[in-house]
């Protein structure tokens, strides 16, 4: 079940993202869901459209790549692992236009554990984990998809 309490783990993250990302605030994200396994950010329309009025593409890149992200970030904030994550790779597929506000729901991508990736930072400082993002049309089928490798670094310890 979703999480909806006004300060979450989740909530302070889209606080920090806000911040520090411009992209995030001109593209007014907000926090949609969360949960163990997910992360939803939504963006209204009127800042993300283009020259013909539906989602501009590169605003469906920038929030899925910013969810799938979040979820990687929030993952390791709530085991207190300090790290810097990054994308790694990414393909993204636009499927249909988007004529609304949307947002992005990203997820563990099949095959991709969380035990494995903790695991893997636990032992050599570095992990990589692969997340899928999905846009979804008003018929929940996907307007947009990002298929993402984000690596997580250990930040070194503060002397």
């Not at 994200?29 to 949960?35: A, K, M, Q, T, V």
Request: charged share 20%; proline share 6%; net charge negative.
């Amino acid at each position: 079940m979703p999480h909806t309490e006004s300060s979450t783990p989740a909530t302070e993250l889209v606080r920090f993202i806000l911040d520090k990302i411009p992209l995030a605030r001109a593209m007014q994200l907000e926090l949609s869901g969360w949960g163990e396994d997910f992360l939803s950010l939504y963006a209204p329309l009127a800042p993300n459209s283009n020259d013909k009025g539906c989602a501009f593409g590169g605003s469906l890149a920038s929030l899925m790549t910013l969810s799938g992200w979040a979820l990687v970030e929030l993952t390791l904030r709530r085991r207190d692992l300090a790290c810097d994550v990054f994308v790694a790779e990414s393909t993204i597929r636009y499927q249909r236009p988007v004529w609304q506000g949307f947002h992005s729901e990203a997820r563990l991508a099949p095959g991709a554990g969380w035990s494995t990736f903790l695991d893997t930072l636990a032992a050599r400082g570095k992990a990589r984990v692969a997340i899928e993002c999905v846009v979804p049309d008003t018929d929940g089928e996907p307007a947009a998809s990002l298929a993402t490798d984000y690596v997580a670094k250990l930040r070194p310890a503060a002397a």
